[in-house]
């Protein structure tokens, strides 16, 4: 049998088959009950190869495995002789949670199957940047094409995926929910909202914004989908479920997050913009701390696009731009905090999960770092805010200027050439670069109080 090895360890662990009342199991744990608790032996369990944590909850005694959990169920029942049970659900305990641990599990369910997506395309995305900046490959070359295609595909369709996973995460039907979805980035929706004379739907104007690569619109069309749907499967016939439940969702859903999410966010980001525009004029090194802290969150959210236009009307006006600079250091962060966590860590899959993101964070891709470890821990994710925040109050009282826009993470280098004083202008930038990187790794590698159980823990019982 396929998981032999680990059914035994776990066994012997555990004070044997004899130890075992009963077994059941969820989506990531093993469930077992014991006659004796004092047989069992913690440190022996989380050491065996495949457990990646374990938890108590009463008389429960939960060995976390992850998703191939029912697999190992199905043998650790022959080998045992115990009877099957039916697959339970997480227990009201695991459910008393504050909003904002509601929010971050909503955002570890959706985004941990895609994190193995994420960091692929991540790295490659890097990679390109790479060859790129040293005219190893050219943009117009097909094979540039084909490559940035395939690293870039996951995050122009990300309402999709983001779709399917949340979908699931509410107990939607994953594909209805990944087809709402899909509806934000088909390209004749895309025209529609953004040509000349808005596109209207009974009568009322579709506000443009760009979907492909956003978060939220997926989010909440799944939720929406999930709420749907269980209420048209109680209210129509079974006979005619098949067809007309999706249609009813789709018929509701669809109109509800294209006008209700495009005008929310438009407004949000109009009024961010407001906001830095504002705070710079006030103070620069005011505008570094508060927006190169919340950066990074406002790219989560598919906000930095209402700021973009600020950006370049600078770039335009004088040939520089003097606020991204404040920005710059918030990739360093995240790949600063998530690098600490990998070299705390004793957990051999968060070590290279950590080590892996914070490679594509350095390169400026910070998805992975911050889907994958940051934000479920909370603590990494505040602590890479809070040390950008720091570069970025420098480079506001610095005054760092990027000539190049488009580039992030270590190549925001390339960026600071281009000024009359440059030495002066490169210097502070790759120091706050530096800082932003540093500050981040220290505040999370000091001060985060790592626990791989902990964090095993909570990635488990979110999926």
């Known amino acids: 049998m396929k998981y032999q090895k680990m059914i035994d360890s776990i066994l012997e662990s555990i004070g044997g088959k004899d130890n075992i009342v009963s077994a059941t199991h969820c989506f990531t ?3 077992l009950e014991f006659k004796d608790s004092s047989l069992v032996d913690d440190g022996k369990v989380r050491g065996i190869s495949g457990v990646t944590g374990i938890n108590r909850r009463g008389k429960e005694y939960q060995i976390i495995i992850g998703t191939e959990v029912g697999n190992v169920y199905d043998e650790f029942i ?75 595909v996951i995050y122009y369709f990300f309402p999709v995926f983001v779709g399917f996973t949340a979908g699931k995460k509410f107990g939607a039907t994953p594909y209805l929910s990944a087809l709402v979805g899909a509806v934000l980035v088909y390209p004749m929706m895309v025209e529609a909202v953004g040509a000349e ?27 929406l989908v999930a709420v749907l749907e269980k209420f048209f499967k ?58 190169g802290g919340l950066w990074q969150l406002i790219v989560l959210f598919g906000l930095a696009w209402g700021i973009t236009p600020i950006l370049i009307n600078y770039l335009v006006q004088y040939g520089y731009d003097p606020i991204y600079g404040m920005f710059a250091p ?18 051999k899959e968060v070590k290279s999960l950590g080590f892996s993101t914070g490679l594509t964070g350095l390169l400026g891709v910070t998805e992975p770092a ?19 925040a720091f570069a970025g109050g420098i480079a506001g009282l610095m005054g760092v200027k990027v000539y190049a826009p488009g580039l992030s993470g270590v190549f925001n280098v390339f960026g600071y050439f281009g000024s009359d004083d440059v030495q002066s202008n490169v210097f502070w930038g790759v120091a706050c670069l530096f800082i932003g990187f540093i500050a981040s790794f220290l505040l999370t590698y000091f001060f985060c109080n790592w626990d791989d159980d902990k964090f095993a823990n909570k990635i488990a019982g979110n999926q």
Not at 270 to 283: F, H, K, M, P, R
Not at 370 to 388: C, E, L, R, T, V
């Open 29 to 31: 744990r093993l469930r």
């Open 78 to 152: 022959q080998v045992t002789s115990l009877a099957s049970q039916p697959t339970v659900q997480v227990d009201e305990g695991d459910q008393k949670e504050s909003v904002f641990d509601k929010i971050t599990g909503v955002i570890i369910g959706t985004f941990i199957p895609l994190i193995g997506l994420i960091a692929a395309c991540g790295i490659l995305k890097g990679l390109l940047t790479i060859l790129t900046q040293f005219d190893l490959i050219t943009t117009e070359s097909g094979t540039y094409t084909v490559l940035y295609s395939t690293a870039n």
């Open 197 to 223: 004379g808005a596109a209207t739907f009974i009568g009322i104007p579709l506000s443009f914004i760009n979907y492909s690569s956003t978060v939220l619109p997926a989010i909440f069309a799944a939720w």
């Open 234 to 291: 109680k209210t129509i016939p079974h006979v005619l479920q098949m067809v007309f439940v999706p249609f009813c969702v789709l018929i509701i859903a669809v109109p509800v997050v294209v006008l209700g999410a495009g005008p929310l966010i438009t407004s949000v980001s109009d009024g961010i913009s407001i906001a830095l525009d504002w705070i710079y004029g006030v103070s620069p090194v005011l505008t570094g701390i508060i927006f």
């Open 330 to 347: 918030a990739s360093m962060g995240q790949a600063g905090a998530v690098l600490a966590v990998a070299l705390r860590s004793k957990n």
């Open 370 to 388: 911050m889907y994958g470890i940051n934000i479920p821990a909370k603590k990494p994710f505040i602590f890479a805010s809070i040390g950008s």
